[in-house]
Each structure stands twice: as structure tokens, then as C-alpha cells.
């Protein structure tokens, strides 16, 4: 069988991913880049008796070098030995679009061009001549719907056509007769040196010109480096003596123009283009005075939904949980084999599984609201009260978005962020948005204590994280972190109605990261759980003799002032450091089995008041964030020094918030 190696390209928020996952389907995984900490999805399908492996390359509005993601994308395009490129771009924003076509372009890539959005150029008055357009650019082009997938049989066919009879997509760009002719120039210089001869010439001459570091140093480095280097200066001061701008002001321009003139040849558009809906939408979503309440209300209707329709779920499968319980006793008796399935396995793991409902309708809702576009916005609405109480700018947002899915992509998404300082603030306060396995701590709480405002208590928790997530960034900003922020342009995607099949497909990639979870980290803690609570033999299992509750009556004085100084509560919060699901995993396996007719919500008023499980939920949103956030945190940073120092921070700032929450609720008369 053929196999076809195929590189998906493209700005972000064109439709790139939806294009990969309808190419793919369940036949793909994630992976890094070789010696890159970015993450890399790749799969493969079969079409026609060819085997197409897909590489989805990270979402870039350029090639430069500016950020790890563009300088994966052009090594990928120059040394990955992919057949085709396949770009992806909006057909209503093509301007923006082609500004990465023409960078491609210069680097020769073999491209096909696939045109998504189609339904918002036509909304728009867009008319695209594509057979003019494909001949003045030297390849194909096709026109898609990534949504449905109409001409995705277009374009396999044309990728694997092109594959066989690859073209160098450089000989069309036309960048003007003065810097085409200087860029000869140093083309001829290049092309005299055997060491650069593995990167097209064009492409070398004009990242020198535009001052691109990884290009230099490999020129200076070659044997006619010295020379090549002196030309480029010279052709830099002839460059800002004609244009009297400096010589990468030059290159965009002459992009520009390029892209400029492709337009005006090949699209019919209105003189004045008129307010999309996006336009008319986006006026109310982020006006400066409702942007921030429309947000919120957007996640109170959210927690809402979470509840109300996952509560039934949660029923059944809890009520499957205690048949099994009861079958396995019934069939095998008191005793330590039964004990450790029901009491161990069951009440451990099965104590988390039965929050999957609520899981996953938050990764459904979460999934929605990025495929909609609305998720740019509420980072964009978040922009201007980050920028004036913080000091960082809007982007920073994003990865704290991503944190109510899983803090472990959030902190990677900082990898987007150009300062470094800027990054390493944002990662220190991403542990304090709340992701989805803090969740089964917060349902078994609300559950127990607060059935008459679910929602509303939900609410109050998520926006206590966001509000000390602030408060601490402003500290940090100040203190640690002191320094401008970056500015930054913030991409707002056109609206358009989430696809089923993409949506789905989300939901059950992070639901799936959920029940990995619960198959290894939880069924192991589950275990270890099981035997500190059934030794030393003899003992009652679970009891404050056991070495458990020995290990929680040692630590359970630290959590005393905060009103939960019990050692259930205690040696919880200690194997939550594993993974949150396991502060429940510990309770029940502790006594939501085993007490008879009353289940974990019932056990936890023993324990609890309304006051101090509020409490108790405030700490877990706060401390020390799970082994796989520490050890992402590690390798993106390369030591242990900012793990242990958010370790330090998240546990001060939980302790503080929740010893001040507990005085506050007992000054007004809460117990």
C-alpha cells in the first residue's frame, strides 16, 4: 500500500482541527514534537488504497522565529519529508489567510490549498474566482466544508495527485523589481555554499533580511558566511536608502503586496463590506459593560446545566455501584477479599465514577463554546480587567480557560506567550481555576449540604478561583514578576454552529483522559487507600487505629482552625495531592460503602456543617494542584524551582483564603 506523509497548516480558528478530525477520527494521538515540548497530533486514514499520515502542525500566522510553534511548522514544512502541505484557510478572511500561504510559498512547499468558510465569504459578498487564483498562485486549490466534509473527497484526490508531480510553489511569488532583484543577489552567494543547499536560496536570502536568528547563525556559521553576511548588510542600507524603511518592513510590505494583488484578480467584493452577524454579535458580547456579566452568566447557566442534568445519571450509576457492593457481599461474605472489592475498588473508584455525568456535560458545554468562537471572546472581555488589576494582558486568560478543563494543557498553552516572565506568572496562578477533577469533590459536597442551590454554590466557587487567581497575579505581578507585559493582538474567529461530530469527538478525548485516570492513578491510590485502612490486621477497617487514620490523626491539627480538623478530612487532602478525584476516592472508600443505607453524602454530616464543607470545598479549589500539573510545570521549565514554588504558593494563598472564609462565615452567624 502507498503511504503519504501530509502536513494540515494554517492560522488559528480556520477550521485546521476540524479538517484533521474529520480525516482521522478516533485514528489519531498526541505526542511531542522530537526534542520539543509542543505537543504534536498526528493520525491516518485510509482513501482509495493509500495510507495518508496527517501531522496537524500548530496554528501560526507566520513562519518566523518568534515562538517554538512557528519554528516547528517551518522545520516540518523544510526537513519534515512530508509530501504535501495542506493549508487551511478561511475563505472570508483571505487576507490575513495568505500572509502564511506566501511565507510556505518561499519555503517551496509542495501545497494544496483547501478553502473552509465558504458559507461566511458568500454571507459576506465574497466571490472567489478559484481557477484564476489557483493559476496565479501554481497550485490547486479546493474548496471545502470542514463541517460536513463536502469536497473532502475533492482533496485527498488532489493532495494525492500532487504528491506524484510536486511543485516548487517559490517560482510564482512576484515581491517587485528592487528587492526581487537583491534577493537574486544573495541568492547567488547562497547557492555558492554547499552547507546552506539544504534550504531553498529565496527563502535563506530573505529571513537574513529579516534579521531571523536561527538563519543567521547557521549563515555565519557555513564557509562563506562572512561574505554572504557583508552583502546582506549592504543590501539592508541600500534597501532603507529607496524604501527608507528598515528591510523587514520591506519583506511584509511586499507580502502584502503580493497578497494584495491576488485579491484584487481573483475576488469580487462589495466596495464597503457590510456588519457581519459576528460584527453584530460581538458588539454586545464584548461591549466593555456587559462583556464581563454576559461571561458570567454564561458559566452560572453552565454549572446550572451540569446539575440538573447530570444529577439523574449520577443516581443510576451510584445506584449500580450499591447492587454491585451488595452482590459481592452476598456471594462472598464478610471478609478481606470482599472488603477490598467493595470497600477498596468499588468505593474508590467507583466513588469518582459516578461523577462521569457531570464531567462529562462540563467538557460537552466547554467543547461548545470554543467551537462557537464565544471562548476567544470571553479572553478578549477578560483583556482589559487583567491588563488594569494584573499587569498581564488578555492572552494569559486563555490557558486559565483551558484550566477549567485540565491544568496540565493550560500550562502547556503558556507556550504561546513571548515573555517569560509574563508565562511563568500564569502558570503560578493557573492551579486556582477550577478543572474538572476538582468536580467530584464540589458534587458530593453541594449533594450533601446545598441540594437547594447547587447551581448557585457551583457559581460562588469557580468565581472564587478566578477572583484569587487575580488577587494573587496582582502580589505576583508586583513582587516576583515585576515588568511590562508583551501587547498582543487577539484573534476573534467568526461565530458559526459547532459541528456534532467535533463537538463529540472533543468531549470524548477529555472524558477518555478522565477514565485513563480513573483506570490507573485512582485504582492505585484505591489500593494503597484499602491496605493503610485495613492494617495492622485486626483492626476495624478504616478506623482511627488503622494506619490511615494514624497518618490522618498525626496532620489532622494543621486543618483544625479551618474547621475540618477531623482526620477523615485530613488524610484526604493529603492523597488529593495525587489527583483531586482522590479526596473522594479516600472518603469513600473510608465509609461511603461501608455505611449501610446512608452512602458518602450522607457519612460526610458527621464530619461536615454547611460552613466548614464550603470551606473544605474552598481549600481543595486552592492547594498544592495534582502530580501531573507539578511534573507538566517541571518539564516546561526544566527544574524543580518553579514546581516547589507553586507548591508554596498555592498551599499559603488556600490556607489564608480558607481560614479567612471560615472566620467571615462564623462572624455571620453560619455553622
Not at 471478609?335 to 477490598?340: A, D, Q
Not at 502580589?475 to 463529540?504: A, D, I, W
Amino acid at each position: 500500500m502507498n503511504e503519504l506523509i501530509v502536513g494540515l497548516a494554517g492560522n488559528p480558528n480556520v477550521g485546521k482541527t476540524t479538517v484533521f478530525n474529520q480525516l482521522t477520527g478516533l485514528h489519531q494521538h498526541v505526542g511531542n514534537w522530537p526534542g520539543k515540548t509542543v505537543e504534536r497530533a498526528e493520525g491516518h486514514f485510509e482513501f482509495d488504497g493509500t495510507n495518508f499520515d496527517v501531522i496537524d502542525l500548530p496554528g501560526n500566522y507566520a513562519l518566523s522565529a518568534h515562538s517554538i510553534e512557528e519554528i516547528v511548522s517551518r522545520d516540518f514544512i523544510v526537513d519534515g519529508d512530508s509530501d504535501v502541505i495542506v493549508n487551511v484557510v478561511d475563505a472570508s478572511n483571505l487576507e490575513r489567510n495568505l500572509y502564511l500561504t506566501v511565507q510556505m510559498m518561499e519555503l517551496g512547499a509542495n501545497i494544496v490549498l483547501a478553502l473552509n468558510m465558504n458559507d461566511f465569504a458568500k454571507k459576506k459578498k465574497h466571490y472567489i474566482d478559484i481557477d484564476e487564483m489557483s493559476e496565479l498562485l501554481g497550485f490547486p486549490i479546493v474548496e471545502i466544508n470542514a463541517k460536513d466534509k463536502s469536497g473532502f473527497d475533492e482533496l485527498i484526490k488532489t493532495v494525492k495527485k500532487q504528491a506524484k508531480n510536486p511543485i516548487d510553489s517559490s517560482r510564482k511569488l512576484v515581491y517587485g523589481d528592487e528587492l526581487r532583484e537583491h534577493l537574486g543577489e544573495l541568492q547567488e552567494y547562497i547557492e555558492k555554499d554547499s552547507a546552506l543547499s539544504d534550504l531553498p536560496s529565496i527563502w535563506t536570502a530573505i529571513k537574513l533580511l529579516e534579521n531571523d536568528e536561527i538563519i543567521r547563525e547557521k549563515v555565519e556559521n557555513s564557509d562563506n558566511g562572512s561574505q554572504i553576511m557583508k552583502e546582506v548588510e549592504n543590501v539592508k542600507k541600500h534597501l532603507r536608502t529607496v524604501f527608507n524603511e528598515g528591510s523587514e518592513e520591506v519583506i511584509a510590505n511586499a507580502r502584502y503586496a503580493f497578497i494584495d494583488g491576488l485579491i484584487e484578480e481573483c475576488i469580487d467584493k462589495p466596495e464597503v463590506d457590510k456588519p457581519t452577524l459576528s460584527d453584530k454579535i460581538d458588539k454586545i458580547v464584548t461591549n466593555r459593560v456587559l462583556g464581563i456579566p454576559i461571561f458570567l452568566v454564561v458559566l452560572y447557566v453552565m454549572f446550572q446545566v451540569v446539575f440538573t442534568l447530570g444529577t439523574p445519571f449520577q443516581d443510576l450509576i451510584e445506584g449500580g455501584f450499591d447492587w454491585l457492593g451488595e452482590f459481592i457481599v452476598a456471594v462472598l461474605g464478610e471478609g478481606m477479599l470482599s472488603s477490598f472489592l467493595v470497600d477498596g475498588l468499588i468505593g474508590g473508584v467507583g466513588g469518582v465514577i459516578v461523577f462521569l455525568p457531570q464531567i462529562v456535560l462540563m467538557f460537552l458545554i466547554i467543547s461548545l463554546l470554543e467551537d462557537s468562537g464565544y471562548l476567544a471572546r470571553a479572553a478578549f472581555v477578560m483583556d482589559k480587567v487583567m491588563h488594569k488589576l494584573v499587569g498581564l494582558h488578555g492572552k494569559a486568560f486563555i490557558p486559565m480557560i483551558l484550566g477549567f478543563g485540565c491544568g496540565v494543557p493550560g500550562i502547556m498553552a503558556t507556550r504561546t506567550m513571548e515573555n517569560e516572565s509574563d508565562r511563568l506568572l500564569t502558570m503560578m496562578i493557573l492551579p486556582f481555576m477550577s478543572c474538572t477533577a476538582r468536580l467530584p469533590v464540589y458534587t458530593l459536597f453541594i449533594a450533601a449540604f446545598f441540594t437547594a442551590y447547587q447551581g448557585q454554590v457551583l457559581f460562588a466557587i469557580y468565581l472564587i478561583g478566578i477572583a484569587v487567581a487575580i488577587i494573587v497575579a496582582a502580589v505576583l505581578k508586583r513582587t516576583m514578576f515585576k515588568g511590562m507585559s508583551s501587547p498582543f493582538v487577539m484573534e476573534l474567529p467568526t461565530y458559526k454552529v459547532p459541528s456534532l461530530k467535533g463537538v463529540l469527538l472533543h468531549t470524548w478525548e477529555k472524558s477518555k483522559g478522565f477514565l485513563r485516570k480513573a483506570g490507573t492513578i485512582i485504582l492505585a491510590a484505591s489500593i494503597i487507600i484499602w491496605i493503610l485502612s485495613s492494617f495492622p490486621a485486626g483492626v476495624e477497617y478504616g478506623s482511627q487505629d488503622s494506619v490511615i487514620g494514624q497518618i490522618g490523626t498525626a496532620i489532622s491539627p494543621i486543618f483544625a482552625p479551618l474547621g475540618f480538623g477531623e482526620w477523615q478530612p485530613s488524610v484526604a487532602l493529603l492523597f488529593g495531592v495525587v489527583a483531586k478525584e482522590v479526596v473522594v476516592s479516600t472518603l469513600s472508600s473510608l465509609f461511603g460503602v461501608a455505611e449501610e443505607g446512608v452512602g458518602i453524602a450522607g457519612a460526610v454530616h458527621s464530619l461536615f456543617t454547611p460552613l466548614t464543607a464550603f470551606v473544605f470545598m474552598i481549600f481543595v479549589l486552592l492547594y498544592v494542584p495534582c502530580f501531573a500539573s507539578l511534573g507538566t510545570i517541571k518539564q516546561e521549565t526544566n527544574g524543580w524551582k518553579w514546581p516547589l514554588t507553586m507548591v508554596l504558593i498555592t498551599t499559603v494563598t488556600a490556607y489564608i483564603v480558607s481560614l479567612v472564609a471560615y472566620g467571615v462565615g462564623l462572624g455571620l452567624g453560619f455553622t
